[in-house]
């Protein structure tokens, strides 16, 4: 018998677990209602879809959850984050948690210093790295603080002063405290990728003691599988990568729902309706993938430059009270269909989710309703289907070097985060390759986007 | 032939070193150890490599780590070998490296080239060491002195690992104990006893591998011994350079064996031409002829007692070459050292007092002889062995006067049924009368017609076997069934039947004596014993 792998998608309502072989067939899958810890409920979901599969079988667990969005809600569970921001003096008049909801900086703010140092947008040095200020603020933190953020200005075209900081901090302080640094968790933008960093502090402790769950439930069942995580964007990274940076994990839930959608119709380009336990998604896929939104996206009140999918929603699900009739449903979904339609024409909708039953057959503006086998748990689906990726996003400044190198630079270091991510080092690809050039700036510049994307290793 | 990497860091080229995670990746077999450069260069396929990072090159408590363990994963590399990190390995690093078993393996102060250098020549050492063992091991041994016991001390001091000669049914013939040699070659009756055998290499428990090599003689098809080794499943890389040893070992083996089988018969030849010259000059011996008596041992002058061994068949072509040797040491083991000499009908061995044996010293003569032939016939299975004792008789002329009788004692003794069948020269006797009449022609055509019906019915014999065994051991059907090897109810059967075919009443004193000297003369060969008086 084959290897098999689970998804598991935790989300606010209920947890789903899916067993699949390594055709992509669904063996067994269960829906759970989630409860407080999240544990519990995974618990139950594993252990109902573990009967009649042998243990030694199992090699992968995907599992997509939503706690680092909850956490965001009932913000004591958060971190405390000291951030070191390098980048004085150019950078003082906006301080770090600027425009934060007041609600979220009580329980993270903690410690912050504005530096010397950061780079230019060609990669030179501002002003070299205040060593001394930087070890002021390592002894300022001292107790006081659950994780950093280093944060320096252009980081993404010149790291150094980032992990120089990063180093001399963890020096002091370390490996009790982690620290996030901007690079490794967003892109271009300083207080958005600040934003970034210090929400990614405030989640890392409660993300890890998640992980630490899932092992140790894992292992109480004699299970010892690759463990990955989903993202934002509907692909895994390995847990030992995902502990590091929660924020990627923080909307992966309608991804994951529009993903198994797509694998469980085979459609490329649909409208997915996913009727959840008390809300509705409508999304839309383009080339198998969700559609991501234009606009900033903002996590618990916080900008951030994360792209998240283009999700409408709305307020009726399978548990609402009253149940809405079908004809409320058809037209208010008729209504949704045509908001996420990027053109005129008809699209076929697939509907997924706890409350598919409910989306009727007949929509205007719909070529056909689709609701495929499992649609109830298509967000476990989307979860165990995923592929590992990587992404690097950069500004490289094509005076100092050539394009070509550039942009095999970049490809290079995209695969290499997938294959961190998990990826089988043999087969991972590049999906995406997106080059702006930046005409604002002296000399020539571009910021380059690549995704690289592979499938888990065949073996273990 | 490979190294495993656990066997390679006992070696002590990495003081001080410590396995962090990956423990798992210790068993497997390291091809070749490479300097490191980045990380990005463990991602080239490099199946069974170890790959040494100079201090600082490879921190494993960097992320980069990771990266590095996954493309060891796809590439093949089996472990890393880098300077303690700063900072304690995340533990999703060390759970990353036990999932794929690539060892992570720090060590104080890692000089990369020097450690490269001294780990690789390790990595090649199995090919020299075995090398080494194969060119001491032919040294040591030598046609002339490579029997069992040396051939397996010289394997065992180069190998160091059980070691045993077994015959074709898996029983240890010399060598080891401290292995249950039968219960490993259970399963491998078949292989052990197959023609035309060949080295051979069988999984054992717990992971070891037996190996086994035949020693094949000349004219044989079969191994009649086997040498074999047991090598454990962490010495796997011993298994090429014992199988090499044991190839050696066994033709060496063979080379001993087959050297002794050529100089015993050289020696026979030589005595038994020796003999012949005493024999046929018995008058006057000539010089030369006493002299080379003198040097084997043999006195010419003196009493001698003759003692005449033959195959029951009385063809000698039934006994294995270098056969007078395996009576000769018979005999010895029973309390006779005399030398045994091949004859054209036999063989003849005796022995030379001052003074004539008297009949109580040639009764027991009789009985060692007879011993000593209980035993070959034990070792040789088939073989029905017979001898005659001749009577004392003085000086060179007297040997052969002896060897005569001898030679008439030992034809009443094939005539009998019994296993080993010696029989003394009755100097005054009734054995005389017996012969007299057994040498008489027409009284054997006589008991041929007698026996007729019997051989009629049954054509193999068995009839007129069991009646003279019948007759020879006082009528007991108990004790006949004994010695034939049959039951009971078959001898009375047969008997039924013998008394209905021959018409005889084996109560009656005349019919029994009739029968008995009939079946007697049967069993003598065709033609009567040429006389070389």
Request: charge should be negative; hydrophobic fraction near 45%.
């Amino acid at each position: 018998m084959n290897a098999v792998r689970i998804g598991i998608d935790v989300g606010g309502t209920n947890t789903d677990a899916v067993v699949m072989d390594s055709n992509g067939s669904v063996l067994a899958w269960q829906k759970v209602a989630t409860t407080p810890g999240r544990l519990d409920g995974i618990t139950e979901a594993l252990t109902a879809v573990l009967t009649g599969v042998e243990g030694q079988l199992v090699n992968q667990v995907m599992v997509g959850t939503t706690h680092p969005a909850d956490a965001l809600r009932s913000p004591q569970h958060l971190g405390r984050v000291g951030v070191l921001r390098i980048g004085a003096p150019a950078t003082l008049s906006v301080p770090p948690f600027t425009r934060w909801p007041a609600a979220l900086v009580e329980p993270v703010a903690g410690p912050v210093a504005v530096i010397g140092g950061g780079h230019e947008h060609d990669g030179r040095e501002i002003n070299p790295l205040d060593v001394d200020a930087v070890r002021e603020f390592a002894r300022s933190c001292e107790g006081a603080v659950d994780s950093i953020a280093v944060i320096g200005v252009t980081s993404p075209v010149n790291t150094d002063h980032e992990r120089r900081a990063a180093a001399i901090i963890r020096d002091h302080l370390g490996d009790e405290v982690a620290i996030t640094q901007g690079h490794e968790i967003s892109g271009i933008g300083l207080l958005e990728r600040e934003n970034s960093a210090i929400l990614n502090g405030s989640l890392i402790t409660l993300h890890r003691t998640m992980i630490d769950g899932l092992f140790r439930i894992l292992a109480e069942r004699g299970l010892s599988p690759d463990l990955y995580l989903t993202q934002n964007d509907g692909t895994l990274m390995s847990a030992g990568q995902a502990a590091r940076r929660p924020v990627l994990m923080i909307g992966s839930g309608p991804t994951n729902s529009m993903r198994g959608a797509a694998h469980l119709s085979g459609l490329k380009d649909a409208i997915v309706v996913d009727v959840g336990g008390t809300s509705t998604d409508v999304g839309l896929l383009v080339d198998g993938f969700p559609r991501i939104s234009a606009l900033p996206v903002e996590i618990g009140g916080v900008r951030t430059n994360y792209r998240m999918p283009d999700l409408i929603s709305a307020g009726f699900g399978a548990d609402s009270s009253p149940q809405p009739g079908p004809a409320n449903v058809a037209k208010r979904l008729t209504a949704l269909a045509d908001r996420i339609k990027a053109s005129r024409g008809e699209l076929p909708l697939v509907a997924v989710g706890g409350g598919a039953h409910l989306v009727p057959d007949r929509i205007d503006g719909v070529s056909e309703v689709l609701r495929p086998e499992s649609v109830q748990v298509a967000n476990a689906i989307g979860a165990a289907t995923a592929e590992a990726s990587g992404v690097v996003d950069q500004i490289f400044v094509y005076d100092n070097s050539t394009r070509e190198s550039c942009l095999a630079y970049a490809r290079e270091r995209a695969e290499e985060e997938a294959v961190l991510a998990g990826a089988d080092p043999a087969r991972v690809r590049i999906t995406k390759l997106i080059e702006v050039p930046l005409t604002y700036m002296a000399g020539s510049s571009a910021r380059v986007l690549v995704q690289a994307q592979g499938p888990l290793p065949a073996r273990m | 032939m490979s190294i495993s990497l656990r066997q390679l860091l006992t070696l002590g080229h990495l003081p001080g070193h410590s396995v962090l995670a990956g423990a798992s990746g210790l068993s497997a077999p390291v091809h070749a150890v490479v300097p490191g450069t980045t990380v990005r260069a463990l991602k080239e396929p490099a199946e069974g490599r170890l790959v040494v990072f100079a201090a600082g090159q490879l921190p494993l408590d960097d992320p980069n780590a990771d990266l590095a363990i996954r493309f060891c994963a796809s590439s093949g590399i089996v472990g890393l070998i880098t300077t303690p990190p700063k900072h304690p390995v995340a533990l999703s690093t060390l759970r990353l490296a036990d999932k794929y078993g690539i060892a992570l393996i720090t060590a104080g102060s890692v000089d990369q080239a020097a450690t490269v250098t001294a780990l690789e020549a390790d990595v090649r050492a199995p090919e020299v060491t075995g090398a080494h063992r194969l060119t001491a091991v032919v040294r040591q041994l030598s046609p002339h002195s490579s029997d069992a016991p040396q051939v397996i001390a010289v394997l065992r001091s180069e190998l160091r690992l059980p070691l045993a000669l077994l015959d074709s049914e898996g029983h240890r013939v010399e060598g080891d104990e401290s292995v249950d040699w039968e219960q490993l070659t259970s399963r491998l009756k078949d292989v052990l006893d197959s023609s035309h055998p060949t080295e051979r290499v069988h999984d054992a428990p717990d992971g070891a591998q037996l190996i086994l090599h035949p020693v094949v003689l000349p004219t044989s098809q079969r191994a009649g011994l086997w040498f074999a080794a047991v090598v454990e499943a962490d010495n796997s890389a011993m298994v090429d350079p014992v199988r090499h040893c044991l190839a050696i070992g066994a033709w060496g083996f063979t080379a001993h064996l087959a050297t002794r089988s050529l100089m015993t018969e050289v020696e026979g030849r030589q005595r038994a031409l020796l003999l012949g010259e005493i024999l046929d000059n018995a008058e006057s011996p000539s010089r030369q002829t006493v002299e080379r008596a003198t040097v084997l041992g043999w006195r010419l002058s003196g009493w001698h007692t003759v003692v005449h061994l033959a195959t029951a068949g009385g063809t000698l072509s039934v006994a294995p070459a270098g056969f007078a040797a395996d009576l000769e040491a018979a005999l010895a083991a029973a309390g006779i050292v005399a030398p045994v000499v091949e004859r054209p009908d036999g063989w003849m061995l005796w022995v030379t007092e001052e003074i004539a044996l008297d009949s109580a010293d040639q009764e027991r003569l009789a009985r060692i002889v007879r011993q000593a032939l209980l035993s070959i016939e034990s070792e040789h299975d088939g073989l029905r062995m017979c001898a005659g004792v001749g009577l004392p008789a003085q000086g060179s002329i007297g040997l052969g006067n002896s060897l005569r009788e001898a030679r008439k004692a030992s034809l009443l003794a094939r005539a009998n049924q019994t296993m080993a069948a010696v029989e003394r020269t009755d100097p005054i006797g009734l054995k005389r009368m017996l012969l007299g009449w057994y040498s008489y022609g027409p009284a054997r055509d006589i008991a041929a017609e007698v026996l007729e019906p019997l051989r009629a019915a049954d054509p193999t014999g068995e009839l007129n076997r069991t009646l003279g065994c019948f007759l020879d051991y006082e009528s007991s059907i108990a004790t006949t069934a004994a010695v034939l090897g049959v039951h009971r109810n078959t001898v009375l059967h047969r008997l039924t039947k013998i008394r209905t075919l021959l018409g005889v009443d084996l109560s009656d004193p005349n019919d029994r004596l009739a029968a008995h000297l009939a079946t007697r003369a049967e069993q003598l060969p065709q033609e009567p014993e040429p006389d070389h008086t």
